[in-house]
């Protein structure tokens, strides 16, 4: 079993509840695709700050998909009440230990760090986060030097290119876009007169 916290730790769920009384674990995937989740036999954990113990590395001897839902069982965790414990837990896992993605697919947090141009060459900014706001991903770029943070939309219409190799994303968005002066003009209103009563 692995002694070293992952220096390319990446955080994928936390244990959500106890499932059942042997204690199984109810595990809430931060993403969809959970394939390095339930193909590792370590996770390492992380505890609330305030119990001040240090992440350890768990050998766990099942996880599957149950109803919806992850399930695990861990090898430190015999029944109900000790999984009751573990509610709350991060998981974490190794970068390295992620089946590589298909073409043209990324992981999100590979994204981050990654400088953003936009088509006319100008620097927008690195990349700091990505969230899915229901409809699709966001790339959240932060501009250090303008003190500007973008929302750009991770769709086609707007990423144009990502370059993991050189650390770049091409996207199709203008610099202007997030001056208060750039917004397209308001429809002007049509003033209603008030009906006359007869």
Same mark, same amino acid.
């Given at each position: ?30 993403? &969809? ?115 500007? !943070? ?5 769709? &086609? ?7 993991? !190799? ?7 968005? !203008? &610099? ?12 002007? !209103? ?9």
């Amino acid at each position: 079993m692995s002694a070293a916290w992952p220096c390319d730790a990446v955080l994928v769920g936390h244990v959500s509840t106890a499932y059942g009384i042997k204690g199984w674990l109810k595990i809430h995937p931060y993403s &969809s695709d959970a394939d390095a989740l339930l193909n590792n036999t370590e996770w390492w954990v992380k505890f609330p700050a305030e119990t001040e113990q240090a992440a350890k590395c768990i050998a766990v001897n099942t996880a599957k998909w149950h109803n919806g839902a992850i399930v695990a069982q861990w090898e430190t965790v015999a029944d109900r009440t000790a999984a009751e414990a573990c509610r709350g837990l991060e998981i974490w896992l190794s970068r390295a230990t992620f089946p590589a993605p298909a073409e043209d697919e990324y992981y999100l947090f590979d994204l981050q760090g990654l400088r953003v141009c936009n088509l006319q060459g100008v620097v927008l900014g690195q990349v700091q986060e990505v969230f899915d706001n229901g409809a699709h991903d966001v790339l959240v770029v932060q501009d250090q030097q303008r003190s500007v !943070q973008r929302m750009i939309p991770f769709v &086609s219409a707007y990423v144009v290119k990502i370059d993991q !190799q050189a650390g770049d994303v091409l996207v199709d968005w !203008q &610099s202007e876009w997030d001056e208060p002066d750039s917004a397209p003009p308001k429809p002007k !209103q049509r003033v209603r007169k008030p009906a006359v009563e007869a």
